[in-house]
């Protein structure tokens, strides 16, 4: 992560706990921690809070925190500096195989050793 940045508002409600974290030194602390990153809380009236996450390879991140607990943003705060910055991707997709096979649960009931079936390839 390069750069992470906490927005506040200076006098709305749902930025009171944004404000607490800031009066208390964690955001202090949570930036001598991590000298490589750089950290700022910048005032933002008349918004609800929210914590951006700027990163190396170019992406970014925002987090709303509006009328979230200390722990929660302090966890914020470490999920942004541990991830990579990227959008969440589904890996996968349907399987496709040059050779099928039967499909389903086998039983010893199952008689179909005498019974003519055909397979199609699509």
Partial sequence: MRKIEMFFCEIGGS???ARE???SGKIVQFASNNPTVEVSAKLRNGSHPFIKADYVSGFSKQVC???EELERIEKVFTMLNDSSGRKIIKIG???KTDT????GVW???LDIAQKPFTIEMK
């Fill in 107 to 109: 039983t010893p009931m």
């Fill in 93 to 95: 997709g349907p399987i």
């Fill in 15 to 17: 930025s009171i706990p």
């Fill in 100 to 103: 099928p096979s039967v499909q």
């Fill in 21 to 23: 974290y800031i009066k």
């Fill in 65 to 67: 925190i509006k009328n």
